[in-house]
Nanobody, 126 residues
């Protein structure tokens, strides 16, 4: 059974940075697409960024463009989300998710993501 574990969340002041990591293991089939989503209570889950592990293509939501960077460490089978210039509105629970493939017009939809982590909380204070 595939397993995703997030780490790196925490509390920072506005303008600060955090690096989230997603460690993946035991996937029964190729999962070439790994994404980060976030969700606040009462809101829908929002796709933040995604990466196609091969060839390394990346996708970003407008909310994180220029501030967030998604990357991977193939040797460690991890995907990271470097977040900078954080704003109070970035406060959310952040989730790592994986599915077979990313597509430019659908990566941010939570549908078809077969694997999800438990989430890590990010809190940005003003």
């Amino acid at each position: 059974q595939g397993h995703l574990v997030e780490s790196g969340g925490g509390s920072v002041q506005a303008g600060g940075s955090l690096r989230l990591s997603c460690a993946a293991s035991n996937f029964p089939f190729v999962t070439n697409c790994v994404a980060w989503f976030r969700k606040a209570p009462g809101k829908e889950r929002e796709g933040v960024a995604a990466i196609r592990r091969l060839p390394g293509s990346t996708y970003y939501a407008d909310s994180g463009q220029g501030r967030f960077t998604i990357s991977q460490d193939g040797a460690k089978n991890t995907v990271s989300l470097q977040m900078s210039s954080l704003k109070p509105e970035d406060t959310d629970m952040y989730y790592c998710a994986a599915r077979f493939e990313c597509y430019s017009d659908s990566w941010s939809s939570e549908n078809d993501y077969a694997y999800w982590g438990q989430g890590t909380q990010v809190t940005v204070s003003s």
